[in-house]
Nanobody, 119 residues
Framework: VHLVESGGGLVQPGGSLKLSCATS????????MSWARQASGKGLEWVAA???????DYADSMTGRFTISRDNAKNTVYLQMSSMQPADTAVYYC??????????????WGQGTKVTVSS
């Protein structure tokens, strides 16, 4: 099982960024996927999840600004982020499953991609 995040970088406040998580080694199309993030010195924060049928779920603070999507043909899950603020600065991780903050239930994670929101 492999999950590889990409698309992180430096973005100005108010800007947008789209993260990708390319996967392999498991039945992606029938799996729920999640994004979580971790700011420096803080714990993991659940961001969003997408189920195999395309149903989405978001943390309250992300609703309206972040959009999770998937492309089953490419075995890839995406996170489109807009109206970004410095508080969004973190390492963003994708994971298999949709368990919100039940971190122990996630068996597989990517290595993360760093996002910095700064002027």
């Amino acid at each position: 099982v492999h999950l590889v995040e990409s698309g992180g970088g430096l973005v100005q406040p108010g800007g947008s960024l789209k993260l990708s998580c390319a996967t392999s080694g498991f039945a992606f199309s029938s799996s729920a996927m999640s994004w979580a993030r971790q700011a420096s010195g803080k714990g993991l924060e659940w961001v969003a999840a997408i189920y195999s049928d395309g149903t989405t779920d978001y943390a309250d603070s992300m609703t309206g600004r972040f959009t999770i999507s998937r492309d089953n043909a490419k075995n890839t899950v995406y996170l489109q982020m807009s109206s970004m603020q410095p508080a969004d600065t973190a390492v963003y991780y994708c994971a298999i499953g949709a368990y919100r903050k039940s971190w122990s239930k996630y068996d597989y994670w990517g290595q993360g991609t760093k996002v910095t929101v700064s002027s």
